[in-house]
C-alpha cells in the first residue's frame, strides 16, 4: 500500500482514494496480524499447557516469536496493541464484577496507605542509591518510580486460576493493583517535575487536580451505581428474555463507556473499567453478568499477553541475558522485600507478606508506558533505557516460574518454623496447596511416633498437624 514518511520519520498508510460514494474499506494488515497474533497465542498456550506449564508464558512468547523482536511477522505493532488494549479493560472489568467490596474494605488501609508507601520508598531508596553512586537523584528517583509498578493483568491471571482472588493476600495484592493504576496519572504528572521543564508548583497543582477530578469521579459513579444502573440492567434483562446477546451488548457497552470518560477526565482505561464492574457487582446481576463477559475477557487478556510479549527483543534479551537475569534477580529480592516490609508493618503475618510481595514483585505493563514518556523527555539515557525495558520483558516472562514457586517457598517457611503451619487455603484457595510435581511424597510424623509417607492430595493441614 502507498505510504507516507513526514520529517519526524512518522509513517503513515494512505487510504483509497475520495470517491462520491462510500465505499467499505478494509485494513488486510490489521487482519492479518491479528490471525497471526491469534493463531500464534493459542499455539503457544496448547504447548505450554501440555508441558503443564501456566499457558501465561505460551502467550507471551508466542509474542516475542512473532514480534519485530523474532521473525518479524508482525512489524507494525500500534493497531495490534490498541486493540489488545481491551484485555486489560475486559481483565478489570471483569476483576470488579467478582469482587466484593465489602471484603475490600477490610484491607483498604494496606492497600491504599500500603501502596502509596511503597511507592514513596521505592523512590526515596532507588533516588539515595542514584546519589550514593554519583548518579543522577532525578534518574534515581524516576527509577524507584518505574519499579513500584506491578504487572495487573498477569497477576490477576494468576489470582484468578488458582483461585486466590478472595484469600487475604489475594484481597492486599488486589487492592494494592488497583491502587497503583489510580496513581498512574499522579505518576505522569510527577515526570516533568523530575526532568525540570515543570516547576514543583505547577506539578503540585496539577496533581491535587487530579485527586479532586478522582474523587469527584467516584462519587458520581457511586450515586448512579445505587440509582440508575439496577433499573437499567432489569431493562435489559427483561429485553433479553429470548437471548442474552442484547445483555452481553449492554454490559460491554457499559463497561467501555465509563472507561472511556475514566480516560477522557485524566485518569485511566483501567480505573474506569474496575469502576464500571464494581457498580454492577452491587446489584443482584454481578454473577450473570460476569458469567457472560467471561469469554469476552478470556479472549482479549490471551491478546494482550501476546501484545506485551512483541516487545520482547529475544535477540537483545540473549545477548545481555547475563546483566538481564541479574537485574530481574535484583529487583524480585527488592520488591518482595520492600513489599512485604510494608505489609508487615501493618500488621499482617509473615506468611501473608511474603505471599503479598511475590506477586508484586514483577514489573508491570504500565511501566513500558513511563518509560516511553521519560525517554521523550530526555529524562534517562539510552543504555538505562535498554537496561529497564529488556529487564520488565524478562520480569515478565519469569513471573510465571515465581508463581510456581510460591507453594513450595510456603512450605519450606512452614518446615523451617517461619510460618505458623495453620491455614491451607492461603496459597490457592483450595485444601491442596502444595503441588504434587514438587513434593510427591513427603515424609511425615504422627503424634505418636509413627512415621508415614505422604501420598498426593493429602491436606496441608493434616500434614502441618502431623509434623
Request: hydrophobic share 50%; aromatic share 8%.
Amino acid at each position: 500500500m502507498p505510504r507516507l514518511i513526514d520529517q519526524e520519520d512518522n509513517e503513515f498508510t494512505l487510504s483509497n482514494s475520495k470517491s462520491k460514494f462510500p465505499i467499505l474499506q478494509l485494513d488486510i494488515r490489521l487482519i492479518s496480524d491479528l490471525v497471526v497474533v491469534i493463531v500464534s497465542a493459542t499455539c503457544g498456550g496448547i504447548a505450554f499447557a501440555c508441558a503443564g506449564q501456566p499457558v501465561i508464558t505460551g502467550y507471551l512468547l508466542a509474542g516475542s516469536v512473532v514480534g519485530p523482536g523474532g521473525f518479524s511477522i508482525v512489524s507494525e505493532m500500534v493497531q495490534v496493541e490498541t486493540v489488545a488494549q481491551f484485555g486489560v479493560i475486559f481483565l478489570l472489568f471483569a476483576l470488579g464484577l467478582e469482587f466484593s467490596t465489602a471484603k475490600l474494605r477490610v484491607v483498604q488501609a494496606v492497600a491504599v496507605l500500603g501502596g502509596l508507601l511503597q511507592i514513596f520508598l521505592f523512590m526515596c531508596l532507588c533516588g539515595i542509591t542514584a546519589s550514593l553512586c554519583s548518579g543522577e537523584t532525578s534518574e534515581g528517583i524516576f527509577v524507584g518510580v518505574f519499579l513500584s509498578m506491578s504487572s495487573t493483568a498477569v497477576v490477576l491471571k494468576f489470582l484468578m486460576e488458582r483461585k486466590s482472588i478472595m484469600t487475604l493476600h489475594g484481597r492486599i495484592t488486589v487492592g494494592t493493583l488497583i491502587l497503583q493504576d489510580c496513581a498512574v496519572g499522579l505518576l505522569f504528572a510527577l515526570l516533568p517535575i523530575l526532568d525540570g521543564t515543570s516547576g514543583a508548583f505547577d506539578g503540585i497543582i496539577s496533581i491535587a487536580k487530579l485527586l479532586v477530578v478522582l474523587v469527584t469521579f467516584l462519587t458520581i459513579l457511586a450515586v448512579l451505581a445505587r440509582t440508575c444502573i439496577p433499573r437499567f440492567l432489569k431493562l435489559m434483562i427483561s429485553l433479553s428474555s429470548q437471548t442474552n446477546e442484547l445483555y452481553q451488548l449492554a454490559s460491554v457497552a457499559f463497561c467501555l463507556l465509563v472507561a472511556w470518560c475514566s480516560d477522557k477526565l485524566g485518569l485511566s482505561f483501567e480505573l474506569g473499567s474496575f469502576a464500571a464492574g464494581v457498580m454492577i457487582s452491587t446489584t443482584d446481576l454481578g454473577q450473570h453478568t460476569l458469567e457472560q463477559v467471561e469469554p469476552i475477557r478470556n479472549f482479549f487478556a490471551a491478546l494482550f499477553l501476546a501484545s506485551i510479549g512483541m516487545l520482547i527483543h529475544v535477540q537483545f534479551l540473549w545477548n545481555h541475558i547475563d546483566i538481564l537475569l541479574a537485574a530481574v534477580i535484583l529487583v524480585i529480592i527488592f520488591k518482595t522485600a520492600v513489599v512485604a516490609a510494608v505489609v508487615k508493618g501493618f500488621g499482617y503475618g509473615s506468611k501473608t507478606s511474603l505471599l503479598v510481595g511475590m506477586s508484586l514483585s514483577q514489573i508491570g505493563e504500565f511501566a513500558f508506558l513511563l518509560l516511553s514518556r521519560a525517554s521523550n523527555l530526555h529524562l534517562i539515557e539510552g543504555k538505562l533505557y535498554m537496561l529497564l525495558l529488556g529487564t520488565t520483558a524478562l520480569s515478565l516472562v519469569t513471573t510465571p516460574l515465581l508463581f510456581k514457586l510460591i507453594p513450595a517457598v510456603v512450605h519450606l517457611g512452614v518446615l523451617l518454623r517461619w510460618f505458623p503451619p495453620d491455614v491451607s487455603n492461603e496459597v490457592t484457595g483450595c485444601d491442596t496447596c502444595l503441588p504434587r510435581c514438587i513434593l510427591p511424597y513427603f515424609p511425615y510424623r504422627r503424634h505418636n511416633g509413627e512415621v508415614k509417607m505422604r501420598r498426593p492430595g493429602i491436606d496441608l493441614c493434616l500434614l502441618s498437624a502431623s509434623i
